[in-house]
């Protein structure tokens, strides 16, 4: 296991979120004492060191290239008032980490793998990320996860894909039926039997998409895949999408 990291990466975007909203409900020019409190509540013991990850216009998301539904059920949504103003503040106030065409998620799965720091969200996709990890709602402690655990939790979430980001995955696989079907496998199989259930009438996306079955299954597997460093070089910001084994 590896040593815990003094520095821990905060999900901005959540933080952003719940003290706009906050704002709306709450004095408005109070909301600088809102974030800080929230700050202090995410940051684990031990850590001295803070950044907050913040993600990149959905229009700009790299997954979008993807697959252009990726998060557009969330186009019409309401949006806080004093949303801008919280990010805004953010920056002046605290070290921010924004990369181009990356999600909060991502700069976190990144800092996270390279053990440079430990994820600090609520968010459950960043358990497909190996590394340290604290969720201020439910861990009373850090939490390692560990290759073989991220490696999983990845597969699960490419079957199940994820509705609220506008990805169907497999029809009618829930996270039950995906763990069922994972334990029923050989690991070593794990990827050729997804792809097949992609392509497989029974279990394929009933919305009919402009590409073939095993295209679909490949985008769904890039969009659920949380960037690390395997996957992304911070010097050239260059990504390297997640491939099948036979190409």
């Keep these: 296991m590896?040593?815990?990291?003094?520095?821990?990466?905060?999900?901005?975007?959540?933080?952003?979120?719940?003290?706009?909203f906050w704002a709306e409900v709450n004095d408005p020019d109070d909301f600088p004492i809102k974030l800080e409190k929230l700050v202090k509540q995410w940051t684990p013991d031990g850590v001295d060191d803070i950044t907050i990850?913040?993600?990149c216009s959905r229009v700009d998301n790299f997954r979008r290239n993807i697959w252009p539904?990726?998060?557009?059920?969330?186009e019409d949504l309401y949006i806080p008032e004093y949303l801008l103003d919280v990010k805004d503040h953010m920056r002046y106030k605290y070290k921010c980490k924004e990369l181009p065409s990356l999600e909060a998620d991502d700069i976190l799965g990144i800092y996270t793998y390279s053990?440079?720091?430990?994820?600090?969200?609520?968010?459950?996709?960043?358990?497909?990320?190996?590394g340290w990890h604290y969720n201020p709602r439910k861990d009373e402690e850090l939490r390692f996860i560990t290759k073989k655990e991220a490696r999983r939790f990845f597969f699960e979430q490419w079957m199940t894909g994820d509705s609220v980001d506008g990805l169907p995955g497999l029809w009618r696989i829930g996270p039950k039926t995906a763990q069922k079907m994972l334990e029923e496998w050989d690991e070593g199989d794990w990827e050729g039997c997804i792809i097949e259930l992609y392509t497989s009438d029974?279990?394929?996306?009933?919305?009919?998409?402009?590409?073939?079955?095993k295209d679909v299954a490949v985008a769904m597997a890039q969009c659920v895949n949380i960037l690390?460093?395997?996957t992304y070089n911070l010097k050239t910001n260059k990504i390297s999408l997640w491939v099948p084994k036979d190409g």
Excluded at 2 to 20: E, H, M, N, S, V
Excluded at 69 to 74: G, I, L, S
Excluded at 203 to 211: F, W
């Design 2 to 20: 590896r040593k815990k990291p003094r520095k821990a990466f905060l999900d901005g975007d959540i933080l952003a979120y719940q003290t706009a």
């Design 53 to 55: 990850a913040l993600s």
């Design 69 to 74: 539904d990726y998060k557009a059920n969330r």
């Design 115 to 130: 053990n440079k720091a430990i994820a600090v969200t609520i968010d459950k996709d960043l358990k497909g990320v190996c």
């Design 202 to 213: 029974k279990y394929k996306p009933k919305k009919k998409y402009d590409m073939s079955s």
């Design 228 to 230: 690390t460093t395997e």
